[in-house]
């Protein structure tokens, strides 16, 4: 009876939440643009406050966050399957360090490096090192997502005479979705707010305002910045919780 | 009865209604990686067609690993086996074990896949078509005793666990595999859920005749169930595979006996209904007939003073002996009631506990509760004695 209402709180409160955080970031949104708007601007603060340029700097945020997101998901999903296969299981530590230090390096010291090492600019200087940087949650949680499946269902699965890779679609990946989406809602996370740092190698983006805002000493530019940057990962982070409600298995949980 | 081991492979065409086919394993050996000794050592049976065998024995023993081979989720490390006369080990192991159904302890359901689509698993697999499977799929349902308009779209979560291994049974069955192999498949339920369970396993296969190989822990299930058991040691080495009364009767070392365990010769009785035995006739008089009666009778038989008093539709009412018989007394009030009886059907089992009641004798009767005969303890006794000198063979002496 108590697991019973426990569950139905804890429900109730996460469809609420579905419905209320859009909302919020939308309010705080406008309320940030218009007060932007309303106040006295100089020039300096007109160049970059001002339709084209907000639409331009979030359009390459969200460019550039897509992009983070594509890498991610070619990369951590296939690898973190990869390293559940019997043949491959030594190797699965061997990956999860590289990411571990992936992730503990500072975000900006692995762009920098790939900037000089490479010697591209924007997007693509950008993307992989972010990408790199972020990929840690969803590789971990692909690893123990299907590590967590019953082997007695991939028994059965067998048993029944489905292949390994009909177990490993219509078994494994199913049961493991939930956590492979939480995993990749904390990658989106920590892509979109890092993907303010790509303005360091001409990468475009939001973080170009909180840069301009900061240098020149003009508040405003640096709070729309960072303001679109929170409600970016806000919005991100709902999409997540979204996935997580409809794509997960049914019949489980 | 013992002795009636078909040792011609069988195969589906012979007819009979026996769907399923023998199954050969010959010197079959399993030793995992790292390991000194082999978990299976040179197993060689024979498995009957339409024949349930079960494998008993110690946990460790290599039940497992010697089913599994069967269908090769293990692979053997030597050896050969033929399941209807096919070389298993030549065949693709997807494709075998699709013809092979497989049932586990859990049932192994998958929990996002409602009932009907753990069923239709295996009829995809094969590539039936739609209309084909989910006729199928209502079919299995029905068979296992499951309401299709009541569980179809249920996920297995929302089912007890009786009826998550019926479904797991429906699905094993759904593409009408001649052979099935299920390992412990009642071992997580309770003992009267696992008693239905094993009733309609057996009814089912009453209709089916598959060849079925099953594990477990349990003797009792095994010798409700099995048509043979085999009684395994480590290693899986084959202490004795017999049918359950030969077994019963004369374990073949005291490793088996210990196993069999106490009360061989009670679970025996399990195995003997009660029409099977002889019984001897009581003297008999309906109520409506008056005491003098019934002490010519009992004068005339000249045996054991007493007699059987029945109701007017012929039912047993009271057991009486010929000194309640005084005159003036009416047969209804006469002696004392019957306490307990059994059927033709029922088990000698039940017969004994019956007769332990009644401190005696105990009273049949037949389909519709009319008297039948009497059961004695000694017929019982004499039926146990008959059994162990018939699988004695002189091992005992
Ligand atoms: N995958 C494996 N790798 C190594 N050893 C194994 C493996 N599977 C089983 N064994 C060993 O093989 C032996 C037989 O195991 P098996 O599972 O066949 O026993 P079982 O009779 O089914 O036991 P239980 O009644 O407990 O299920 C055991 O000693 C076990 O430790
Ligand atoms: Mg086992």
Redesign the pocket.
Known sequence: MSAFTAESGSRSAERGRLFAQPVAVLLIVAAVLVWAFTTDLDTVEQESINASSILTYTWQHLVLSVVITILVLVIALPLGVMLTRRWAKPAAPVFLAIANIGQAAPAVGVLVLFFLWTGLEGVAAAAPPIAFYALLPVLRNTIVGIQQVDPALVDAGRGIGMSSGAVLRRIELPLAIPLILAGLRTSLVLAVGTATLAQFVNGGGLGEMIDTGYKLDRVSVLTVGAVLAVALALLVDWLGAVAERYFGPKGIG | MAENVTTTPLDNADGDAVSGVEIQLNEVTKR?S??REP??DSFTMTVPAGNIVVFV??????????MRMINRL?EPTSGKITIGGEDALSLDPDQLRRRVGYAIQQAGLFPHFTVTQNIAVVPGLLGWDKKKISDRVEEMMDLVGLDPSVFRDRFPRQLSGGQQQRVGVARALAADPPVLLM??PFGAVDPITRGNLQDELLRLQEELHKTIVF?T?DFDEAVKLGDRIAV?GNQ?KILQYDTPDAILANPADDTVAGFVGAGASLKQLTLLRVHEVEMTQAVTAKTSESVEEMRKRIDARGGRPFGLVLDERGRPLRWVHKRDLASGRRLSEAGRPVGDLVSKQSTLQDALEAMLTEGGGVAVTGGRGEYAGVLEMETVMNKIRELREEHGDGADE
């Open positions: 995992y790292g390991q978990a299976v024995g110690p946990s460790g023993c290599g039940k497992t690993t010697t293990i390992d412990e594990v822990h395994l899986s």
